[in-house]
């Protein structure tokens, strides 16, 4: 029997096990996901789509729509940066304190939003640690943007470390190695070698930063102050539209986080689609020929 037989035999259950387990699958995506989503566009979209567009139109609703995109805005460059760093660091060097530092980078993973939200207000706020020195010089962080902007960067901080320093471990330092040998300097070695190795995953990791940061709810409504048309995000005037009985409203602006995530999705299936394509023609390379075969004089002159 040849070893593909073998393996078909192994992996191979009965045909009303397989059944089973696909209709469970299918019956759970279609309660939790499926329903939940369009239950969100209908009944966004219940009175008309005269009703939808004015809900979308409303000054509280437009401020929260450009407060949650100039958040990400800041937000998500500033994890670029501090991420590809962490990462770099993590995965290329030994030294000590390593293991406490990635611990570091999983800390708003293991951390409730609400909790961390309530140490900047510890931190930043009127009877907090740098309160009354703030207040003298009339800066505002807690209930105003900067504080909104603080605790969105903590809470979406991992996401782009998390994707990238896996796969720079995987890719070692050979590469790297080999570029400083033919006399690249730290930036042409970043840009020409690492960059080009983990570009899919910094798009997958930015991805995943953008919609969570667009998403926060917990962190950013203890430091927000909920105040209407200045800190209120998308996420908290859904909440007081629809504290406030106004379902239509709150459903309309909800269906905008909802093509957020279908967005994302598409993203995500995309890029991971091409990453899995350019490994596949990487191991198909002969032996001699290997991935990066631009020549040294081309890359570093």
Known sequence: MSAGARKRIA?????????????????????????????????ALRKGFGAYLEALREPDAWAAIRLTLITAAIAVPLNLVFG?????????????????????????????PVVAGLIYVLVFGAQGWFGPWLAAHDIKIVFAVPGIVLATIFVTFPFIARELIPLMQAQGNDEEQAAIVLGATGWQTFRYVTLPNIKWGLIYGVILCNARAMGEFGAVSVV??????????????????????????????????????????????????????????????????????????????
């Not at 009965?14 to 209908?42: C, E, M, Q, Y």
């Not at 390379?285 to 570093?300: S, T, V």
Request: charge should be neutral; glycine fraction near 2%; hydrophobic fraction near 55%.
């Open 11 to 43: 992996t191979t259950e009965s045909p009303w096990v397989r059944n089973t387990l696909i209709g469970v699958a299918l019956v759970f995506v279609l309660l939790f996901l499926v329903l939940p989503l369009a239950a969100v566009f209908t009944e």
């Open 84 to 112: 590809v760093a962490a990462a770099w660091c993590i995965a290329k060097y030994e030294f000590r304190g390593k293991a406490f530092l990635t611990t570091l980078v999983d800390l708003p993973f293991s951390v409730s």
């Open 224 to 301: 927000s102050g909920h105040i209407r048309g200045q800190t209120n995000t998308m996420p908290l005037h859904v909440e007081i539209l629809y504290n406030e009985y106004q379902s239509v409203a709150a459903f309309a602006v909800a269906s905008l986080l909802a093509l957020l995530a279908l967005v994302t999705l598409v993203i995500k299936s995309v890029a991971e689609w091409k990453q899995e394509r350019e490994m596949k023609a990487a191991n198909a390379l002969p032996p001699e020929q290997p991935r990066a075969a631009i020549p040294a004089q081309e890359k570093f002159a």
